[in-house]
């Protein structure tokens, strides 16, 4: 099998060193517009790994690239993941995306006629969190209320914010500024979500944390319908949200231009990168939380996990449950287990058994799920 991996960020390296280590996977070539991230790749993805200076923005540079390949995992950054998304439905390639956007959707009729696959949304959250609620609802049977709470949390919290990131600073803002939508009393709702916190408790070393709705349902508001209450909600140690609420009602995060020294300049555009920079201090530890509660008349049905930072390999939490997730699932698209065309979400993609293989190949490589009903 040969692989592409598009992005050579925290979990696009992840994903090329998860898959370069497959015996069913021949080589993999990660494909990205910065060397010196891209050699980094290289060094850490061993000897399976090849590496390819592509300009992913330029749509006819991409269809090439992605010719000759069984399936390409997708790790790129929101502003980028739309147009190269085009660009390979028009290759008629084999996608999992870890990102997920509307826009995705919209692509289905042609990949159809491409004979493209895409699989949006195919890390975490979105990803392995609507699959896990997928197969409660399918066990469950009847199922109408789901909710999915989920987090990626540093092992020894820094102040001020007791966070550490593990993505994007720009993914991270969007999780408090965007509008999330959830399903309330069977309907579309829109919520801020900033505008009120949820007490959650896992076992130690975790324990008590506070979660904030979040707009992370993704593909799920358009394959799970029939559901009275649907929501996601992210995890964090308490008082974070308080502090990212300061920070949003202050201004130093509004990307409405204001005038400094003659110049039209965004706070976000400032804000962002001394927040990044603010909130990579610490140690890398992570911990990495997911509760999936599914339920209906006739029962209920719970899943959780709490995973560690890999100590062994220099991994964190969030690139394992993210990175692995999409990189297994790329497998099963590259060897066929996993077939279709169009835009199929991953809840749809893997039922059955073939949701029973992704739980066991994570639980192999060290991320165990429980499931508890009643």
């Known amino acids: 099998m040969r692989a592409a991996v598009l992005g050579s960020g925290l979990m696009g390296s992840t994903i090329a060193w998860d898959l370069g280590r497959s015996r069913e996977v021949d080589e993999v070539v990660v494909a990205d517009l910065d060397p010196e991230r891209l050699k980094s790749a290289k060094r850490r993805g061993g000897r399976k790994v090849a590496t390819e200076v592509v300009d992913v923005a330029d749509g006819e540079k991409l269809r090439r690239f992605s010719k000759g390949f069984d399936v390409v995992a997708s790790a790129l950054p929101h502003g980028i993941v739309h147009p190269a998304d085009v660009a390979l439905v028009k290759s008629g390639a084999k996608v999992v995306n870890i990102a997920f956007e509307d826009e995705q959707m919209q692509l289905d009729v042609a990949a159809k006629k491409t004979g493209a696959l895409l699989i949006p949304g195919c890390g975490l959250a979105p990803g392995l969190g609507g699959i896990l609620l997928a197969r409660g609802a399918e066990r469950v049977g009847g199922a109408d209320r789901g909710r999915i709470l989920v987090g990626g949390l540093p092992q020894r919290p820094v102040e001020p914010f007791q966070y550490r990131l593990v993505f994007s600073v720009i993914g991270l803002l969007r999780e408090f500024t965007d509008p999330a939508r959830i399903i309330r009393n069977g309907r579309l709702t829109r919520v801020d979500p900033v505008s009120r916190t949820v007490r959650v408790d896992f076992p130690k070393p975790v324990g008590r944390c506070e979660a904030f709705y979040s707009d992370g349902l993704a593909t799920l508001l358009y394959s799970m319908k029939g559901f009275k209450t649907l929501e996601e909600l992210t995890v964090r140690f308490p008082g974070h949200v308080k ?60 899943f959780e996990m709490m995973d560690f930072y890999d100590q062994a390999n220099g991994v964190t939490s969030m690139g394992k449950t993210t990175g692995y997730t999409c990189s297994i699932v790329s497998q099963m698209v590259g060897s066929g287990s996993v077939r279709g065309k169009g835009v199929v979400p991953p809840e749809v993609a893997l039922k059955g058994k073939q949701s029973d293989l992704l739980v066991s190949e994570l639980r192999r490589k060290g991320v165990r799920i429980t499931e508890n009903r009643g």
């Open 243 to 302: 502090k990212i609420k300061l920070l949003l009602d202050s201004g130093v995060l509004s990307k409405e231009p204001i005038s400094v020294d003659g110049r039209d300049v965004r706070p976000f555009d400032v804000s962002a990168p001394a927040l990044a920079r603010k909130m990579s201090e610490g140690p890398p530890e992570d911990v990495t939380v997911m509760r999936v509660e599914v339920s209906g008349p006739s029962g209920r049905i719970t």
